[in-house]
């Protein structure tokens, strides 16, 4: 199974601010299969970055997704209060195909 | 545009069975995977099962292995998981989501299923 860890597990940042999230997979993650996901308290998850860098549909270009091999980042630039959220990053690959990490809950002061 | 719809959570005690729907619209259904994930109170993300298009592939989680089964109707744009012999650990919210290059690209807004004595 890849575990995928993702770090720091809470990141409290001020709005203007660039946060930086880590995504660090236990075997060699497909890039075309990495994904960052985005969930807003109350909310469902929303696809932020497909393909490790790749942004989704309606994503503001402060959300950039880099990496490859087993380490992953999610960069957000300029942070805005309405960035509140956790944070997920996800693989589709071997047995079990799917893993997500843990999640990474940005704060904004 | 894109609309994923789930249903049938509820409330039911360990060892029950429940069926959660899924009803989408907006695009092809047939030509999309289409997966499951629940979320525990207070708890990340758990990929539970997915099926392909035409409902040849099935993949599940271990967790849920011999006791989900995820299906779906093409002819009515819906896709299904019948839930078997429910545990407390079961509890979650479940969301239907669609596929597309192993990522989750749209969800719906869930359903929520509570497994208590």
């Known amino acids: 199974e890849i575990v995928l860890t993702q770090s720091p597990g809470t990141l409290s940042l001020s709005p203007g601010q660039r946060a930086t999230l880590s995504c660090r997979a236990s075997?060699?993650?497909?890039?075309?299969?990495l994904a960052w996901y985005q969930q807003k308290p109350g909310q469902a998850p929303r696809l932020l970055i497909y393909?490790?860098?790749s942004r989704a549909t309606g994503i503001p270009d402060r959300f950039s997704g880099s990496g490859s091999g087993t380490d992953f980042t999610l960069t957000i630039s300029r942070l805005e209060p309405e960035d509140v959220a956790v944070y997920y990053c996800?693989?589709?690959?071997?047995?079990?195909?799917?893993?997500f990490g843990q999640g990474t809950r940005l704060e904004i002061k | 545009q894109v609309q994923l719809v789930e249903s049938g959570g509820g409330v039911v005690k360990p060892g029950e069975s429940l069926r959660l729907s899924c009803a989408a619209s907006?695009?092809?259904?047939?030509?999309?995977?289409m997966s499951w994930i629940r979320q525990a109170p207070g708890k990340g993300l758990e990929w539970v099962s997915y099926?392909?298009?035409?409902?040849?592939?099935?993949y599940d989680a271990d967790s849920v292995t011999g006791r989900f089964r995820i299906s779906r109707d093409n002819a009515k744009n819906s896709l299904f998981l019948h839930m078997n012999n429910l545990r407390a650990e079961d509890t979650a919210v479940y969301y239907c989501?669609?596929?597309?290059?192993?990522?989750?690209?749209?969800w719906g807004l869930g359903t929520q299923v509570t497994v208590s004595s």
């Open positions: 989501a669609r596929m597309a290059m192993g990522q989750f690209d749209y």
């Open positions: 907006g695009f092809t259904f047939s030509d999309y995977y």
């Open positions: 996800q693989q589709f690959g071997r047995s079990p195909p799917i893993t």
């Open positions: 393909g490790a860098s």
């Open positions: 099926t392909s298009g035409g409902g040849s592939t099935i």
């Open positions: 075997q060699s993650v497909t890039s075309s299969y």
